[in-house]
């Protein structure tokens, strides 16, 4: 079993920065696609930005550029840097984790989930 536990998200000004981090563990972190989505009120839930075992990245096209998804495997952290945030970045954001087997994409299928850290935007 994956545990997964997301934070660094709060109030941040349009054209700020944040970086939000999830911690992970319960598996063998090195062999897993690791992705994070977001889901505003009232709007489905998006793939952000996904990355796998070999450091493949991929991006959703709203936040190509802005947005950068790392993760340190010593320290068992996924980590995404958000630059430049728009309103319409403002969502709650989620850690997520799979196999990589349904493919390792901004979007993709994940196994497991975190709780999720609130990230908002002001003008």
């Known amino acids: 079993q994956v545990q997964l536990v997301e934070s660094g998200g709060g109030s941040v000004q349009v054209g700020g920065s944040l970086r939000l981090s999830c911690d992970v563990s319960g598996y063998t972190y090195t062999t897993y696609c690791m992705g994070w989505f977001r889901q505003a009120p009232g709007e489905e839930r998006e793939g952000v930005a996904a990355i796998d075992s070999d450091g493949y990245t991929n991006y959703a096209d709203s936040v190509k550029g802005r947005f950068t998804i790392t993760k340190d495997n010593a320290k068992n952290t996924l980590y995404l840097q958000m630059n430049t945030l728009k309103p319409e970045d403002a969502a709650m954001y989620y850690c997520?984790?799979?196999?990589?087997?349904?493919?390792?994409?901004?979007?993709?299928?994940?196994?497991?989930w975190g709780k999720g850290t609130l990230v908002t935007i002001s003008s």
């Open positions: 997520a984790a799979s196999s990589g087997l349904m493919g390792c994409y901004s979007g993709a299928p994940m196994d497991y």
